[in-house]
């Protein structure tokens, strides 16, 4: 399509404001990343490090921040350009208008076992051999990919999708627009386990997880059910692969949390956070909103609101810096010390 | 029911010592936790640091562990309450009074494949989609949820539970009164690799898997079988989700692993071990009895019976906690050292 | 079988110079680890670590390196033997004479849900409840167990075998004798979100993921599709359980990466990189051909070639070792420090 259509469909406000290259209004046949170009697409520059692209890159057309330089170079070489405050999401929505996911059809596969006490709204689509289980309510528009167990009681909202082999346990609410990724398991036993002279006795699970809306869990990631209340992940939260959310944690909106990131039981996470990959964090520990924990962090203590950590057990993240950068030189320094001391003790 | 049957019916031996709060025996409609508790509920007070919710608290009882003065307290509000030397493990039996998960009808889904050569004892529950392979033998009251993939000769022991999605390899030996939660992989491939000049050279894994008696193994956990032998997990071990335990590793009685740990090949676990949330272990170490390594900690070395390791590598807890403390003043004592250092060459 | 028989099938060119222990040229009924040996077994002796096993142990016939030492002592001993200068290797040529992992029959499950337009190769094993979408391509010999589920449009090439419960996402190209795991998903959508003031704002993931020929990837593991262009891992890598990897990595030839590996997205990976447990690399780093990354290393600058690195943000690991025995002894070298500063101050 045109270069200022495709523009209209994904910003219409910024198509008001196109303003040059469109002389050509060049065809866009889709879109490519910066570092890897293709004629006739388009792509985007977010900031400096990437503008030296724009004297040869062989696309067509540029998403550009508001930066009249790096305009005016596009401009130079005959580029057709939009501006935008946040480029990235501008160009995500270009993606979005020649690639959408895969999706089954609004129907029900035949080998699909579903309970007859299931509730499932329009336009819902049930592919092969997915198992839903007894008193199940599905939103219009769910979509449950082939494979996927559904215990029972489980309700789920409008527009979610669930990824092939993945298991929703017992009384899970899941919100609307929400992603469950291939294998991820929702919903299951928190492990709890009582200590007795006679070694460990199984405490049962008797809460529920609550997924709120626009909430997405990566492939094979785990968020387990509490003995007692609710297990909860707040609206727009995105977790990555191979995540451990354990039994009883509060997690708030809008977090991301990166792959083989482990929350222990209770942990209570504030809005906006975010866990960089591999971190850990021990049982009833508070993260305040907006906190960073870097990757591989170990968080054994509460972390403030907006506080960055880092290292484990976990620190500000400029001590660690300035600590790990003393850690490097720990040789030559003990050898000081030594040499040091030596000195003293024989004067 | 009332409280005094609620307890004669989890502990008959306490039932007989109820002394307070009987003129009322309230009714307990359930249990709840004490931070977030019920009116009309029970819920429990394991030590000193609780005590302070009896003075408020809205449950009608509690369990209390052998201390006069919570006791005291309690009567003087009016609460039930029973004695037991094990509040924890008591309030868990309480909730299995009020809660049982979800289990499947003792009857086979006509949807599930199996082998004319398996053999299924009495009681058996196999839900939807389940495949069964040749020669496999399940247990009385073995419960199979749906889309459970057995590969063939393996065994089952009486009323083990297979959560859904979860796969189990040819030859495993699964015991009794166990639980494998969704999506975990018993009894695959261990990771073995010769290397060659030509790359890397599969070595096949002719041995198989052992969970002995009362095994746990969490959702998307995965225990490999070695090359030669067995990896064995003797009973009453629970392991949490998301944990990997490699071929030909030898894991002992009433162990606790948390969340991502990992064994690498061949590792000797003792009994009563505890692996918090993403310990790592490398090949061929060996843990002694009642032996703990801290959340994250890395194991290099052999641990004693009794030792606690944190740290990578890990080393003495004690000795850990002290050098980290130092760790987070190395900057300052980069400046001391370089400071004395000077005033001493100048000298 | 005869051990003449034996080694002129896994090594005909080794078979022409037996030299020793063929006067008896024992039975051979399968093979044994020398740490757990068996009587009428082969066994292996890789070097000079496990020799003393020779001279009381109880197998029948070992694989030798060429040590003229160690073979006249199993001369002695009255054993036959072979040797080798990959002893390991031919040791797993001998088990896989004895043993080979189940493979299902050649023949689709009348239960298995394959859509019209998928083609098969000669001699396809497709097994129960696997579901099969539109323009799937697999190459002859393709062993696909049962509860798989593979997306539209994905191509698998000859004897490629995909163990059960594990998902294959749209688009996926997977070489031809590779393995996948049970419960592994390959070619999901990446972790992509833009931050917005409104929140996480989701990038489509339009791209696919590569697997080259003989390319395995563990239980459980996660290879994720990126927005753009693909995730590729080359020939001959190996991959083990719970192991991420995100969109955008690049990730060259016989590679091996241990259990719970994480690389977040557009890593690249040379050729012939080690990376052990549990190591997490960030963003956009590169890793050179042949480099190492040691276990639970957490990798934040390039690393080069043949590097070794260690530690958190990860170092030489030469330094590595050095800076962690000195931070062993931080408590004592903290007091010194102090002690040398009150007598210099006091001076």
């Known amino acids: 399509m045109k270069f200022s259509e495709l523009v209209n469909r994904i910003d219409p406000a910024a198509a008001t404001n196109l303003t040059a290259g469109l002389e050509h209004d060049p065809d866009i046949l889709g ?5 890897e170009p293709l004629p006739q697409t388009l792509s985007y520059i977010e900031g400096a490090k990437f503008a030296h692209h724009i004297a040869s890159t062989p696309v067509s057309a540029l998403i550009l921040p508001n930066d009249p330089d790096l305009q005016s170079q596009a401009t130079d070489r005959g580029l057709a350009w939009v501006v935008s405050s946040l480029p990235r999401k501008l160009f995500a929505q270009a993606i979005a208008e020649f690639y959408q996911p895969f999706r089954l059809d609004a129907e029900i596969h035949p080998t699909a076992v579903i309970h007859p006490s299931a509730q499932l709204g329009d336009k819902v689509a049930i592919g092969a051999n997915v198992v839903i289980q007894a008193d199940v309510v599905l939103g219009d528009g769910v979509c449950v990919h082939p494979n996927v167990v559904i215990y029972p009681q489980v309700r789920i909202g409008e ?9 929703i346990h017992e009384r899970t609410v899941i919100g609307s627009g929400c992603v469950i990724h291939s294998g991820a398991v929702i919903g299951a036993e928190g492990f709890g386990f009582v200590p007795t002279p006679e070694g460990w006795f199984k405490m049962q699970q008797s809460g529920y997880v609550i997924l709120e809306d626009q909430v ?20 727009n939260t995105k977790i990555d692969n191979l995540v451990h959310i354990a039994h009883g944690c509060q997690v708030g909106e809008n977090c991301i949390m990166a792959g083989q990131v482990g929350l222990a039981g209770a942990v209570k996470v504030g809005n906006q956070v975010i866990l960089a990959g591999q971190v850990g964090i021990v049982d009833h520990i508070e993260i305040g909103d907006g ?11 509460n972390v403030k609101a907006g506080e960055i950590v880092t290292g484990v057990p976990a620190i500000s993240h400029k001590l660690f810096i300035k600590a790990t950068a003393v850690f490097n030189r720990l040789p030559e320094m003990y050898q000081t010390l030594r040499r040091l001391q030596k000195q003293i003790e024989s004067d």
């Open 216 to 235: 997405e869990i990566g492939c094979n990631s785990t968020v387990d059910r509490p003995a007692l209340g609710t297990t909860v992940i707040r609206r």
């Open 159 to 167: 527009g979610t999708t669930l990824h092939a082999n993945c298991t």
């Open 291 to 301: 906190a960073i924990a870097s990757a591989k962090a170990g968080v054994h203590h």
């Open 31 to 35: 879109v490519s990343a910066i570092e």
